[in-house]
């Protein structure tokens, strides 16, 4: 959907603002008639907002609490509030249908708001995202020392979903389609971002500096040895450039960075030598088995082919359709599923993502550029400049 409504960030205006519920992305059993336009009390939009309103950078983030990608982005963004006064956090609510629990952990987001305690709320609910039954709000509420009558009431009479509707509303306006969804004075970042890669769009935005000039920040200090021995590969071993990446074969943001890893090997068919290391997230309950499917079809000699497959059909990665993308790459069907029934490769994957913790991954994807950490998301075109930069660091100057 093309964007139709401009973001306005000053951070100045965000108290003047009294918006309009607009009931066009509304769940259902919506509490209030629709038809009669519920206006934002302005102490709604400072209980969730956060740093100083005269900061110069704005960030505005579409979130859901029932998200593992929101509750990462989440943790960055409480870190980078607490190591600079630079930035204006703005928080509005995007549960996604397709989360039972979120929009009523919404609503008690902003029953404890109306009582002064979002943040504390906010925090506790990302920390305990498998747990957002009523029952467990009630409790929250309770360990938060809220006025749990009120609490209860508001819960009950659907009070604050009105402000969901239409930050949902303006979700849609802009085109928003994923959670988290970041505006950086403007600038669209859609998926978690890591702290560096946030970071550096932040001191862009600070320095007033066009992002055409900017590159996403690299983990500084010395290169990180990554133990790569019995990694995938592509590219000559030779190559000046080492690119690492810790994937998860059900994580959409993997999935997008895909086709550019292809993209960047294709552009430097000598320079690059990739390696793939497998980081299945916690809540991703199909992925341990993909990744220990991509081993046993890379057992046979196809790694990359399956590794294409299960990236093209991330809805489709239970133990039937693995092995019916086994028969479709015209694998040794018996081999196979003894390797997947038997966990063969389970330690391997284990083994990577032991490595991971031990490199500080903080979700993925999660890239290394010679031997530097780079979180979140990045650009075909931020990466060719990462790269540019990395050979001209790895070539020798000229004898004069």
């Known amino acids: 959907m093309p964007i139709t409504t401009q973001l306005v960030v000053k951070s100045r205006l965000v108290f003047a603002v009294v918006a309009s519920f607009v009931s066009t992305n509304a769940p259902a059993q919506i509490s209030k008639s629709e038809s009669q336009p519920i206006p934002v009390p302005a102490i709604m939009l400072a209980a969730t907002s956060e740093g100083p309103p005269e900061a110069p950078v704005a960030i505005v983030v579409f979130s859901d609490f029932e998200s593992f990608p929101c509750s990462r982005s989440a943790s960055v963004l409480t870190g980078l509030l607490g190591q600079t006064t630079n930035i204006r956090l703005i928080f509005k609510h995007a549960p996604a249908m397709t989360n039972p629990n979120a929009l009523l952990a919404h609503e008690a987001a902003l029953a404890a708001a109306a009582q002064g305690k979002f943040w504390e709320m906010h925090d506790v609910l990302f920390e305990n995202q498998s747990r957002l039954s009523r029952a467990d709000l009630l409790k929250y509420a309770r360990d938060l020392n809220l006025n749990l009558p009120v609490f209860q009431q508001a819960l009950d009479n659907h009070t604050y979903r009105p402000i969901i509707e239409r930050d949902l509303a303006e979700a849609k306006g802009l085109g928003v389609t994923a959670t988290p969804t970041l505006f950086v004075n403007g600038r669209r970042l859609v998926g978690p971002q890591g702290y560096a890669s946030l970071g550096a769009v932040v001191a862009s935005a600070v320095a007033g500096i066009p992002k055409s000039q900017t590159l996403p920040e690299v983990a500084a200090g010395p290169a990180q040895a990554i133990n790569l021995e019995h990694a995938p590969a592509k590219g000559l071993a030779s190559a000046p450039v080492s690119l690492v990446e810790f994937s998860d074969f059900e994580c959409p943001y993997c999935a ?46 196809k790694f ?29 069907l018996p081999r196979f599923t003894k390797d997947l029934d038997s966990h063969r490769f389970k330690a391997a994957v284990e083994s990577d993502r032991q490595e991971g913790n031990r490199l500080g991954i903080d979700g993925t994807p999660f890239f290394f550029i010679n031997g530097h950490g780079i979180s979140g998301a990045v650009s075909l075109a931020d990466f060719k400049r990462l790269i540019d930069a990395a050979l001209k660091e790895a070539t020798p100057p000229k004898a004069k």
């Open 256 to 301: 997008q960075a895909a086709p550019i890893v292809q993209h960047l090997l294709a552009a430097y068919p000598t320079k690059i030598h990739f390696a793939f290391m497998h980081y299945p997230l916690p809540m991703h309950k199909e992925s341990p088995a993909a990744h220990e499917a991509a081993l046993a079809a890379g057992a046979q000699g």
């Open 304 to 332: 990359w082919e399956m590794h294409d497959l299960l990236f093209a059909s991330q809805d489709k990665l239970t133990r039937n359709d693995l092995i019916a993308k086994a028969a479709q790459l015209k694998l040794d």
